[in-house]
């Protein structure tokens, strides 16, 4: 796209500080345009019928009619970026196909990851520009990693390693922000130590998963959420 396309935004949230930090945060973003701010689903959905957007920042727990329900309702989806005080809709977030997930309070690090993954128009013939990926510290630089390759994640108290194929990147990044970032991309956290690229998983027991010929363990307390994507 050219350089002054901007993706135009829609905000729905009930809490006013919330919606402030957002509009706030959305102003310091080059590409993105605030087209307004909905306090719940069913006046952002007469704001939808009067107005199209690119891109939703969707609050989960709003009055009237909570935010994945709306989404439900949507013929066409924006691109959509979740915020939440709740870590638990994360799979029923990425069953709808949504772009990122935040959690309150939203700091803006975080808020820059998630729009740098918003799908823009690129140059014809530049389709590794349109795979999602990452810029993560390595060695004082910054690699970029593309998320279809990678293969699982192992977490190293403070630093995580990233898998692709038989070879590996250390990152000084913790598990959790890992988690968080990579939800919204088939990925799924199976283990304390572990999260595993849901595509590339070759076999699996109640136990345990098999991806590229290594066998990673499914810690108890994620068992069921395995069984419920894998079973």
Not at 43 to 58: C, D, I, M, N, Q
Request: hydrophobic content about 40%; glycine content about 4%; proline content about 3%.
């Amino acid at each position: 796209m050219t350089s002054d396309k901007k993706l135009t935004c829609l905000i729905v949230e009930d809490e006013p500080i919330a919606a402030e930090v957002l509009q706030d945060y959305i102003s310091q973003i080059a590409f993105l345009d605030l087209k307004g701010i909905c306090k719940d689903a069913l006046y952002a959905l007469e704001f939808l019928r009067e107005e199209s957007v690119e891109v939703l920042f969707l609050d989960i727990h709003l009055p009237k009619l909570k935010g994945l329900d709306f989404l439900k309702t949507l013929p066409k989806k924006p691109q959509t970026i979740l915020t939440t005080a709740y870590h638990n809709y994360a799979l029923d977030a990425f069953e709808e196909g949504v772009v990122d997930y935040l959690m309150k309070p939203i700091e803006f690090s975080r808020f820059l990851k998630a729009v740098n993954k918003l799908k823009r128009e690129e140059a014809v013939g530049d389709s590794d520009q349109k795979r999602p990926f990452h810029f993560f510290n390595v060695n004082k630089k910054k690699i970029r990693v593309y998320y279809d390759e990678i293969t699982y994640i192992e977490s190293l108290k403070d630093y995580s390693r990233i898998f692709f194929g038989n070879t590996s990147i250390l990152v000084n990044e913790s598990m959790s922000d890992l988690e968080v970032q990579l939800q919204a991309f088939n990925f799924l956290r199976i283990h304390r130590s572990f999260i595993v690229a849901l595509n590339k998983v070759e076999a699996y027991t109640t136990t345990e998963v098999e991806i590229n010929g290594k066998s990673l363990p499914i810690g108890r307390t994620y068992q069921e959420k395995v069984r419920e994507w894998l079973g």
